[in-house]
């Protein structure tokens, strides 16, 4: 993860919005991705945005793109305790014939009442 | 992910053991990859398989093999385990999708806790 940087810990109170930053290195990235891991569990798909975007929104989720300042938001509106979780930061890197992922080292995301 | 499944989810094992990690997907897709989690560090990629005869090293390859038994399964070993080898280990599955749309988004199955003594 030393290419993909993120906060490790963020602490929000439930129905505030939360916002997990990323920065990343490669300009030549393709896609950039957000997962989510909860306790015991795989790594979940939430969602993925284009480079040629600056914004993707889906329901509670909204991402944007910064790409000059190879800056990445997730913003999570009306935060939930089922959104307490590590959320990671993905560059992809197309290399070999495959879209390789970078991984940041994940944002542990708190909700407390 | 239900469609990426791995065995066993928990392990304590030995040093000097031998160990296999197994993952079957029965999401049709043709690429899977074996990735290692360590508290701080994201996850690293240790092999990944384009298909049953495209076997390749990713960045920490050192102490682990691999067995493309079928397009389903993708198998990791451990030769002689170390104790710095206990880590949570990710298998996942991607399909590079339509010509021109190049997403190769890759799924992951739940995990694998290794613990070597």
């Known amino acids: 993860g030393e290419d993909v940087e993120q906060s490790l810990f963020l602490s929000v109170r439930e129905g505030d919005s939360s916002v997990i930053n990323c920065t990343y290195t490669d300009s030549s990235s393709t896609y950039l991705y957000w997962y989510k891991q909860e306790p015991g569990a795989g790594l979940q798909l939430l969602t993925y945005?284009?480079?040629?975007?600056d914004m993707k929104q889906d329901q509670r989720l909204t991402v944007l793109l910064n790409k000059k300042d190879k800056h990445l938001s997730l913003r999570i509106a009306d935060t939930q305790t089922g959104d307490s979780a590590i959320y990671f930061c993905a560059e992809s890197r197309f290399s070999g014939g495959y879209n390789k992922l970078i991984f940041g080292a994940g944002t542990r995301l708190a909700v407390h009442p | 992910d239900a469609d990426v499944t791995q065995t066993p989810r928990n392990r304590i094992t030995k040093t000097g053991k031998r160990i296999m990690l197994e993952c079957s997907q029965t999401k049709g897709h043709d690429r899977m990859y074996w990735y290692r989690q360590d508290p701080g560090l994201g996850l690293r990629l240790i092999y990944y398989s384009f298909d049953v005869k495209d076997i390749n090293k990713g960045e920490i390859s050192d102490g682990y093999s691999v067995s493309r038994q079928a397009q389903a399964k993708f198998s990791l070993s451990l030769e002689s385990a170390i104790p710095n080898q206990t880590a949570l280990y990710f298998c996942?599955?991607?399909?590079?999708?339509?010509?021109?749309?190049?997403?190769?988004?890759?799924?992951f199955g739940p995990g694998t806790r290794l613990t070597v003594l």
């Open positions: 996942a599955t991607s399909d590079p999708g339509l010509a021109g749309y190049q997403t190769d988004t890759q799924y």
């Open positions: 945005i284009f480079s040629n975007m």
